[in-house]
C-alpha cells in the first residue's frame, strides 16, 4: 500500500490551496488520516486529523483556515488551506493508519511529501 500526496505549489499570502492524497494497493481499509508538515529547519508538526467517524482535530495555528477531509469512495484525503500566510510555508505530508485486510496487520503509511510555498 501507498499514499501519492499531490497539489503543493507556490501561492501568495491570502490564496488557497488543496492537497491531495491518494491511497492505494490491495484490500485495505483507512482509519485514521493526518496531514503534518515541516518547516525549514523546524520539526514536522501534526497540522489536522480526520478519523473513521468523521472526527476532526486541527492544530491551533491552522483552526478556521484548513480543513481536512477524506473520499471514501476515490481513496483520497484532502487538506483545503485558505487564508494561507508565510508560515505555512512548510513540506506537508499526509499519514494514514490503514488495516491490511488479508493480512490482519495495521500500518501507518505516509505519503512522499509536497511542498507548498506561501509569498508574502
Known amino acids: 500500500v501507498q499514499l501519492q500526496a499531490s497539489g503543493g505549489g507556490l501561492v501568495q499570502a491570502g490564496g488557497s490551496l488543496r492537497l491531495s492524497c491518494k491511497a492505494s494497493?490491495?484490500?485495505?481499509?483507512?482509519?485514521?488520516v493526518a496531514w503534518y508538515r515541516q518547516a525549514p529547519g523546524k520539526q514536522r508538526e501534526l497540522v489536522a486529523t480526520?478519523?473513521?467517524?468523521?472526527?476532526?482535530t486541527y492544530a491551533d495555528s491552522v483552526k478556521g483556515r484548513f480543513s481536512i477531509s477524506r473520499d471514501g469512495t476515490k481513496n483520497t484525503m484532502y487538506l483545503q488551506m485558505n487564508s494561507l500566510k508565510s508560515e505555512d510555508t512548510a513540506v506537508y505530508y499526509c499519514?494514514?493508519?490503514?488495516?491490511?485486510?488479508?493480512?490482519?496487520?495495521?500500518?501507518?503509511?505516509w505519503g512522499q511529501g509536497t511542498l507548498v510555498t506561501v509569498s508574502s
Open positions: 499519514n494514514a493508519e490503514m488495516y491490511i485486510i488479508g493480512r490482519r496487520e495495521s500500518l501507518s503509511v
Open positions: 494497493g490491495m484490500n485495505f481499509r483507512i482509519n485514521t
Open positions: 480526520n478519523d473513521s467517524g468523521g472526527g476532526t
